[in-house]
């Protein structure tokens, strides 16, 4: 009976000693791979009703594995309006180490699928990546320079910037989709890039063994030590279109009764300039018109909607012979989306 009373004991003593030892509030990345556990179970028992000396087991002990996993998320979540011909335009992500360990992480932008529904037309140039470094928010380029993450620590994020080139020859609406791909590194050292990470082949050893647990992103695999996200450029810019049209106004002999063009008569061009984007301003519209060869242009009969103008270098928008030699030159400030501004001038058949 005693003997059965000790092996009850000792089943709920080591049943307690597992619950205490087992449990334990984790962090979203959990404990950190390296981190020696170690338990040990203590057993009091009678004999003949009389207290015996506690009874300590040995120390068992194991080495909490590196759990590799990451993520990449694109920040704006739709696309990031660009004008033809910019600069330094930029798509941000952000890289997250979702596992135990410090690591460092490899970067790689490449052209990508839409990922807003889109299609994808056109490359942007001079493509690179750039990491954070904190002091200033958005991208700086005097002081965002790193190209791959350092020593990131576990539950740590990082803002990392695809920056790129817009071609002048793209159009309103075409649209070009970047992959941002964040590869792990074993932590190499402040300023150096470890080598990449690679799973641990075969049984659990004693030591750190690496498992990869990472998701699959929009173009890697799942527990392949990477994780992807794609962003998009939307051009979005005016869509000028231009039309010119000439009438006779009057002619010597006919005044201004069915005028003929004639040497002496009068001729007057009209010149629309439509924005036909239905977004986007256009600003500094800048039209020129030199009258043509056998004419001479009519002294003060420019118009701008129907508005006279000055030929003076003033505070008009318009001038003759003066911005530019021998021509109507006409500034628009601003064309709005869908609007029509419409010029007039006229000239005398030599």
Do not use: C
Not at 5 to 25: E, P
Request: glycine share 10%; net charge negative; aromatic share 6%.
């Amino acid at each position: 009976m005693q003997y059965l009373h000790m092996r009850k004991a000792i089943g709920l003593l080591l049943a307690l000693a597992f619950y205490i030892g087992g449990s334990h509030t984790a962090l979203a990345a959990g404990t950190a791979s390296g981190t020696s556990i170690d338990n040990t179970a203590t057993v009091d028992y009678q004999v003949g009703g009389i207290d015996q000396t506690q009874l300590t087991s040995n120390t068992a002990s194991f080495v909490v594995d590196n759990r590799v996993d990451l993520t990449v998320a694109e920040s704006a979540g739709t696309y990031v309006d660009v004008i033809p011909g910019s600069t330094v335009q930029v798509l941000t992500f952000t890289v997250t180490n979702d596992g135990n360990e410090t690591q460092d992480f490899a970067l790689s932008a490449a052209a990508g699928s839409d990922p807003f529904g889109g299609a994808d037309n056109f490359d942007a140039t001079n493509v690179n990546v750039y990491v954070e470094d904190g002091t200033t928010g958005g991208y700086q380029p005097a002081e965002d320079t790193a190209t791959f993450i350092d020593e990131l620590a576990a539950d740590a994020s990082v803002t990392v910037y695809i920056v790129a080139d817009i071609p002048a020859s793209q159009s309103n609406g075409d649209i070009a989709a970047y992959t941002l791909t964040a590869d792990a590194h074993d932590a190499g050292g402040a300023g150096v890039l470890g080598a990449e990470t690679t799973a641990t082949a075969g049984g659990n050893t004693a030591g750190v063994d690496v498992v990869l647990g990472d998701a699959a992103g929009d173009t890697d695999l799942a527990n392949a030590g990477d994780h992807s996200a794609t962003g998009a450029y939307q051009v979005t810019t005016a869509s000028l279109t231009v039309n010119k049209s000439v009438v006779v106004v009057d002619d010597p002999f006919n005044g201004t009764t069915d005028p003929k063009a004639i040497p002496g008569a009068t001729m007057q061009y009209t010149i629309s300039v439509e924005n036909t984007s239905g977004t986007t301003d256009a600003t500094s519209v800048v039209v020129v018109d030199a009258p043509p060869g056998n004419t001479t242009y009519s002294a003060g009969t420019i118009e701008l909607d129907a508005v006279g103008k000055s030929d003076a270098d003033d505070a008009d928008e318009a001038d003759w012979n003066v911005t530019n030699a021998g021509a109507v030159t006409v500034t628009i400030p601003t064309l709005a989306a869908g609007a029509t501004a419409t010029i007039t001038f006229q000239v005398t058949i030599d």
